[in-house]
């Protein structure tokens, strides 16, 4: 028990490590951008029609403390959003991110992982099926099913998706809530009608990991098949599903597991562009209107950063689940 | 190659086994690579792609950009060369001429016509627009890195009618031809993949050798640096990046800025196998030999290591590729990439996003054919190429 602790102490200190690393690359990523805060804001309000001058800029930059040395700016932000979830106020919105992010970050949470769910409930049984079956036909054409998940890009079939509708049926289902639930605040009713919208991005975001996971489970599952341990089992005389499920399953879980943090990366990196499509209030809906519009590079570190911190928390969990899951892992942890 | 053919009587089957045991590693992947049919297709149609980007000019009858648009002919249909109709047969297949029209019964909206009385014959080897194949002309921020080379112009096509050229795959919104579009950005989309792959290769090759062949705690903290920027979702990443991009840029500083974005962040992946590798290969004899012998860490990592595992980077090349040449696209798509002037296949499918087209004007979504079959083809080719390289693939386990 006590080793076990250990365990998931050292992994939370890995993944606050890694967290540190990221918000370096990112800090230093928006750092390298040509312009800073100050003068994007400035700019902005000489837009306005208000003539400005490099004092206001100087002015300005020393507001924001912008004229300090790189590793205290990035100490400071980095310590606020670690101890105070703070990300401070967006460069040209002047809005605190917090509260414009908060529910779009948590809507776009919930249907990247409900994408992640459902891509595993299809792909489990079907890539055990695909990686046990004699069927020839069968096998080929859940193959090509899953190549073409990685050909056919998202983006693209929610625009087919989205296409067909519009044209047979006069709705582009695009949004997430009808216009009589948009500003309203959270009830059962509201809940129902994102359920009823919220489907389809969970679909187009679930195909292509789907075929990522039907590929993953099958290769694993071919591993395992063939080891004397099936064969023992078989000739026990356990056979059929409760022979698979019971065996060469179990043992093809564990990397499977392993690999949900990289799934839910992809799913992230589909995001934004089926978004767009969609014309979804989500983070990445808004981190492309935040990015091309107006260069806000407070913003676009702030929510990067999220995504890439429920990334690790994903990375953390499984790691642990492993360990209460898996002997092997256990056994090496003590050992 | 009979290889792994069942066997046959006595003396054949000695030879076979014979030339099995004698053959090097590079025929042995060569032969297996043969019996995959799926990835020998692929193969066959990823060259024929290949070899349209590269002579993308010849092959087309119009040039790609704003020069080479057609106004007579602005969002019209494919015009499918014929051998035959009502007014007779030819041998030499035509296209008929043209005309566009608007009025109060069309809503306004021009309107094309096929005059079928007159033909446009088609002329293989035609005069058309001039190009280059070597034309080098990079406007690349400091005036140092200015280039402008133009050799080997030519002005022969491949195909054309007596009247200058026809639209096989129709034409878009400005009459520029898809067809010589679509060829034009499967040269771009090689470009953009063929330059992230080579710069995210020199990083995973330089950062994966050092911590393999180091190990230790040089090992853990490039490690732990591959690991963070693994996490980090690449898109919104470069969406991020991309964004920045000033207005002003020219079209190819903005392809490089694309490219290296995509290298800059590709590598982690590639970078993780070579470590594993060399970690693995760098406690074997033959290294050990080669210390002894006083040869230096750069010499064995470059004489002895990578040897070993050529074809295990080759393969993960091919393998990334297809991902590259698939982020620039929806880069490009949503307006964050390669923008319109330039022919990628991100910039072509942006034209589709619209009911519009779908309702009249469907050849648009020809590109987007070719960019799924290009990106199938990579990965078939990337997986035949994997499953041969892998000496236990055919030991049954």
């Not at chain 1, 200190?13 to 390298?32: A, D, K, N, P």
């Not at chain 1, 991110?97 to 409900?114: E, P, R, V």
Request: include cysteine; glycine fraction near 8%.
């Amino acid at each position: 028990m006590l080793k076990f602790l250990q365990f998931t102490m050292v992994r939370a200190f890995m993944s606050m490590f890694t967290l540190l690393s990221v918000s370096l690359i990112v800090f230093s990523l928006m750092e390298l951008v040509p312009g800073n805060c100050a003068e994007r804001y400035i700019a902005f309000k000489n837009t306005q029609g208000q003539l400005i001058t490099i004092e206001d800029i100087q002015a300005e930059e020393r507001r924001l403390g912008l004229d300090k040395p790189f590793v205290i700016r990035w100490g400071t932000w980095v310590g606020k959003v670690f101890f105070k979830g703070e990300f401070g106020d967006s460069c040209i919105l002047r809005l605190n991110i917090n509260q414009l992010l908060s529910d779009k970050f948590w809507i776009s949470l919930g249907i990247a992982l409900s994408a992640l769910i459902v891509s595993y409930i299809i792909a489990i049984p079907v890539g055990i099926y695909s990686a046990s079956t004699k069927n020839k036909f069968a096998n080929n054409a859940l193959r090509f099913i899953s190549y073409l998940g990685l050909a056919l890009p998202n983006f693209l079939l929610a625009l087919i998706i989205m296409l067909t509708s519009t044209v047979l049926f006069g709705d582009s289902l695009t949004g997430l809530f009808s216009k009589e639930f948009r500003d309203a605040s959270w009830s059962f009713a509201k809940f129902m009608d994102f359920m009823s919208r919220a489907w389809l991005p969970i679909f187009i975001l679930g195909w292509s990991a789907t075929a990522f996971a039907m590929q993953t489970v099958r290769a694993l599952m071919l591993d395992e098949i063939g080891k004397l341990y099936v064969t023992a089992a078989s000739a026990r005389g356990i056979s059929g599903r409760s022979l698979l499920w019971r065996y060469p399953a179990r043992h093809s879980l564990g990397p499977v597991i392993n690999s949900l943090g990289f799934d839910l990366n992809r799913i992230f990196n589909d995001l934004p562009v089926v978004a767009l499509i969609l014309t979804l209030t989500e983070a990445g809906a808004l981190l492309i209107e935040a990015l091309a519009r107006s260069n806000d590079q407070q913003l676009a570190g702030a929510i990067i950063f999220l995504l890439t911190a429920s990334i690790v928390l994903v990375n953390f969990v499984t790691d642990i689940l492993l360990a209460l899951m898996d002997p092997r892992v256990r056994q090496g942890l003590v050992g | 190659m009979g290889l792994f053919t069942k066997a046959k009587p006595t003396e054949t089957t000695q030879k076979l086994k014979e030339s099995y045991f004698t053959a090097s590693q590079g025929q042995l992947i060569r032969a297996r690579f043969k019996s995959n049919r799926t990835a020998m297709v692929a193969g066959w149609a990823l060259t024929i792609m290949i070899l349209t980007g590269l002579f993308a000019p010849f092959l087309s009858p119009y040039a790609p950009s704003m020069a080479g648009r057609d106004k007579q002919y602005v969002n019209g249909p494919p015009q499918i060369p014929k051998f035959w109709d009502e007014n007779g047969f030819s041998l030499r297949p035509f296209v008929y001429a043209t005309k566009r029209h608007r009025s109060m019964k069309t809503n306004f909206r021009w309107m094309i016509e096929e005059v079928r009385e007159k033909r446009y014959y088609v002329q293989f080897f035609v005069e058309g627009w001039q190009y280059s194949f070597i034309d080098l002309n990079w406007d690349l921020p400091g005036e140092l890195f200015d280039v402008d080379i133009e050799t080997l112009t030519f002005k022969t096509h491949l195909f054309g009618t007596d009247r200058g050229g026809l639209h096989l795959f129709g034409t878009d919104n400005s009459g520029k031809d898809i067809y010589s579009r679509t060829l034009h950005a499967i040269y771009t989309s090689l470009a953009v993949g063929s330059l992230g792959v080579f710069i995210a290769f020199v990083l995973a090759l330089v950062i994966g050798g050092v911590a393999g062949y180091f190990g230790g705690w040089i090992d853990s903290v490039l490690q732990m640096i591959t690991d963070a920027v693994r996490t980090i979702p690449p898109i919104p990443l470069f969406m991020a990046l991309a964004a920045f991009m000033p207005d002003e840029w020219s079209a190819e500083t903005r392809f490089f800025f694309i490219a290296s974005i995509l290298g800059l962040i590709g590598w982690p992946t590639l970078a993780r196998r070579i470590r594993t590798h060399l970690l693995s290969e760098r406690s074997q004899e033959y290294v050990l030999a080669a210390q002894l012998c006083g040869a230096s860490s750069g010499h064995i990592i470059r004489k002895h290591l990578l040897p070993s595992f050529t074809s295990y980077i080759i393969v993960d090349l091919m393998i990334t590729f297809p991902y590259m040449v698939r982020s620039e696209t929806a880069l490009s798509f949503i307006g964050l990439g390669l923008v319109d002037p330039v022919n990628s296949l991100g910039a072509l499918m942006q034209n589709v996003s619209k009911a519009d087209v779908l309702l009249n004007y469907q050849w648009y979504f020809i590109p987007v054919i070719f960019f799924i079959a290009f990106v199938l083809a990579f990965v078939f080719v990337g997986d035949g190429l994997r499953d041969a390289s892998d000496p236990y693939s055919n030991v049954k386990k």
